[in-house]
Nanobody
Framework: VQVVESGGGLVQPGGSLKLSCAVSGFTMDYGAIGWFRQAPGKEREGVSAILTSDGTRYYADSVKGRFAISRDSAKHIVYLQMNNLKPEDTGLYYC??????????????????WGQGTQVTVST
């Protein structure tokens, strides 16, 4: 299984970024794909997830209405569209896979596979 994130960068408050998570070796028929983030000195937290079986979407309260998760099953890519970014959205964003159907909010340590992360910095 390989998980590769891309799309991070530096953006001003109020700006947008779209992250991509390319997955290989993992069937997208069941389980879940999620986005987590970790700011310096803080614990890793769940941002959003999508169930691959039926497309159910989950969001952290802090990003509801601003972030949107989607998938392209044919290309095995999951996206995270982030709008109206705030400085507190800054962090290393990870994509993760879970073979089960996790509860939400989800503890990060139960997820099975992780990418290396992509940095998102929201600053003037």
């Amino acid at each position: 299984v390989q998980v590769v994130e891309s799309g991070g960068g530096l953006v001003q408050p109020g700006g947008s970024l779209k992250l991509s998570c390319a997955v290989s070796g993992f069937t997208m028929d069941y389980g879940a794909i999620g986005w987590f983030r970790q700011a310096p000195g803080k614990e890793r937290e769940g941002v959003s997830a999508i169930l691959t079986s039926d497309g159910t979407r989950y969001y952290a309260d802090s990003v509801k209405g601003r972030f949107a998760i989607s998938r392209d099953s044919a290309k095995h890519i999951v996206y995270l569209q982030m709008n109206n970014l705030k400085p507190e959205d800054t962090g290393l964003y990870y994509c993760a896979l879970d073979y089960d159907t996790p509860a939400w909010p989800s503890d990060w340590w139960i997820w099975d596979w992780w990418g290396q992360g992509t940095q998102v910095t929201v600053s003037t």
